[in-house]
């Protein structure tokens, strides 16, 4: 296993070379009026760094590009997709194409998973360290 250090360290390389599609959905997660739904980007966990993750729901949020589409990395995602889970948290992706073509409703997709659903009222999330 990589040590901690090493971790924080590329998970901060990580997020000062983040991609336009990161950037973007950033920008509108730190927006979300939601109280409590603190997230974290570029977040390690486990032997893995997580593009966005909300420690009060153990929710991950990762984006993925036209190169996941490709065998050996959409097996890899998989894999890591499966420890993930398997350590209790809950995985949702987008392509970097729903961010910048319907931003609206990848944030609704990500209230409803917050919250239950589009109606829901927001409500605090505690918070558990990692």
């Given at each position: ?47 893995y760094i997580v593009d966005f993750f909300c420690p009060g729901k ?68 505690k918070h558990r360290r990692t």
């Amino acid at each position: 296993m990589v040590s901690t250090s090493i971790r924080r360290a590329a998970a901060k390389k990580l997020r000062a070379n983040a991609t336009p599609h990161e950037r973007t959905l950033w920008r509108a997660l730190k927006d979300l009026p939601l109280e409590g739904s603190h997230f974290r980007r570029q977040a390690p966990i486990g032997p893995y760094i997580v593009d966005f993750f909300c420690p009060g729901k153990r929710l991950i949020i990762e984006l993925d590009g036209g190169h996941h589409n490709e065998d050996d990395v959409a097996k890899r995602d998989l894999e890591r997709q499966r420890w993930l889970e398997g350590e209790g948290y809950h995985v949702i992706r987008f392509w970097n194409s729903e961010v910048m073509g319907d931003l609206t409703a990848v944030l609704e997709r990500i209230y409803v998973e917050l919250y239950g659903s589009r109606d829901a009222k927001s409500s605090p999330l505690k918070h558990r360290r990692t």
